[in-house]
């Protein structure tokens, strides 16, 4: 959550506790990420890439 709010300084970051083991981001309410989905963790960086890469389809500021 650090490193997306450095980068993305505007940017609303929630941590949502839930049970289970599940692990989601969400960007503009769309899902960018769920473990439950794919059956595996996050690969270092790969969230804040996935963050970049819709952020840049959105047009916001720092995705570059």
Do not use: C
């Not at 309410?29 to 840049?56: C, N």
């Amino acid at each position: 959550a650090a490193a997306i709010r450095e980068r993305y300084p505007d940017a609303e970051v929630a941590l949502a506790p839930s049970g289970g083991g599940r692990f989601e981001v969400t960007l503009d309410g769309v899902p960018i990420f769920e473990k439950s989905t794919l059956g595996r963790h996050a690969q270092p960086g790969e969230i804040m890439r996935l963050i970049s890469e819709k952020a840049g389809e959105f047009g916001v500021a720092g995705a570059s």
